[in-house]
């Protein structure tokens, strides 16, 4: 089972009190998962589609409560790749009565197909309808990606007015979600972990919220402990890579003029160096008496490597 189902089966577990959220949901519902049909005599059928049963419950369970009348349910199976089931909602009575209070038709138009595909005024009559209107939406054409891969929640489509107006929606609770064309869809998609969060609380999956914000954190520590890991292993490369350059200025002094005519200070680091050639230059100061910080040890190889480079002009110009 996917993350988004996980959801789904979360939000459409939630009671529904007032009757103003039950119709926004529903009308989000209509929007996004439903056909409407001809029938015989004239007549008008409301056909919700959807993969997950328990979507098609919730849908039943809201035309009963808002309109007191059972509907048909069928399951059949997809003819996509995946040939999961998909669960038809079937209502044929009452149909342009539901159209009509669910704001989609137009009252001053008398084609039942001439449909208001925005988001109708009844999802603003509260805060509580607006989240109905939004948790709808996302049951009908939402989907999340599994947080452990990426961060990319989605909302597919059929109108674009529908998907500018859920972007004016959703701003009210601070998400930005942009849109794209795909097909013949338009996309309303959040990227943003932190957005995905607000909106998944926006819509009551807290369980699937608390999954999200654990698999944020583990994330976050494993990235730190990368960012660590890859600091350590730069700082010991850059490490060994100055012994190398060192140790090669030494041994050169020492194979032609002697390490016995170097200054004091610089003899006894270069000989520090030979015998330990994997430790840091602040180890090698510690090693000193009297101890000297890590700048002074370094000003004492910048001028063994100018002797060594001093050196190796003079021969090359003899």
């Known amino acids: 089972m996917s993350f988004s189902s996980d959801i789904k089966n979360e939000i459409a577990r939630q009671p529904i009190d007032n009757l103003c959220c039950a119709k926004s949901e529903l009308s989000a519902l209509t929007r996004t998962t439903a056909i409407i049909t001809l029938i015989g005599g004239g007549g008008l059928s409301l056909d919700y589609r959807s993969e997950n049963a328990a979507v098609a419950r919730r849908i039943y369970g809201l035309l009963k409560k808002c309109y007191q009348i059972s509907s048909k349910v069928s399951v059949s199976k997809s003819r996509k790749l995946k040939k999961n089931n998909t669960y038809v909602v079937k209502m044929d009575q009452k149909v342009t009565q539901i159209l009509a209070t669910l704001e989609l038709t137009r009252t001053e138009s008398d084609n039942p197909f001439d449909l208001n595909k925005g988001i109708p005024s009844l999802a603003y009559q509260g805060e509580c309808c607006q989240r109905s209107y939004i948790r709808g939406a996302f049951l009908g054409c939402g989907s999340l990606s599994d947080p452990e891969k990426s961060y990319h929640l989605e909302f597919v489509n059929h109108s674009e007015t529908h998907a500018r107006d859920l972007s004016k929606l959703l701003t009210k609770y601070?998400?930005?979600?942009?849109?794209?064309?795909?097909?013949?869809?338009?996309?309303?998609?959040?990227?943003?972990?932190?957005?995905?969060?607000?909106?998944?609380?926006?819509?009551g999956a807290h369980n699937a919220l608390l999954t999200m914000e654990n698999i944020r954190v583990i994330k976050s520590m494993r990235n730190n402990i990368n960012r660590?890991?890859?600091?350590?292993?730069?700082?010991?490369?850059?490490?060994?890579?100055?012994?190398?350059?060192?140790?090669?200025?030494?041994?050169?002094?020492?194979?032609?003029?002697?390490?016995?005519?170097?200054?004091?200070?610089?003899?006894e680091i270069a000989r520090l160096r030979l015998e330990n050639p994997d430790i840091s230059l602040k180890e090698l100061g510690e090693m000193l008496q009297p101890p000297i910080g890590k700048?002074?040890?370094?000003?004492?190889?910048?001028?063994?490597?100018?002797?060594?480079?001093?050196?190796?002009?003079?021969?090359?110009?003899?």
């Open 295 to 318: 700048s002074g040890v370094n000003h004492r190889f910048k001028k063994i490597e100018n002797i060594a480079e001093n050196i190796t002009n003079e021969r090359s110009f003899k």
């Open 174 to 203: 601070g998400l930005e979600a942009r849109i794209v064309s795909r097909k013949n869809s338009f996309i309303n998609y959040i990227k943003e972990s932190e957005q995905i969060v607000d909106l998944l609380n926006v819509i």
């Open 228 to 267: 660590v890991i890859n600091c350590e292993t730069a700082n010991l490369a850059k490490t060994v890579d100055a012994s190398m350059r060192q140790v090669q200025h030494i041994e050169h002094i020492q194979n032609t003029i002697g390490l016995d005519k170097l200054p004091p200070p610089l003899a």
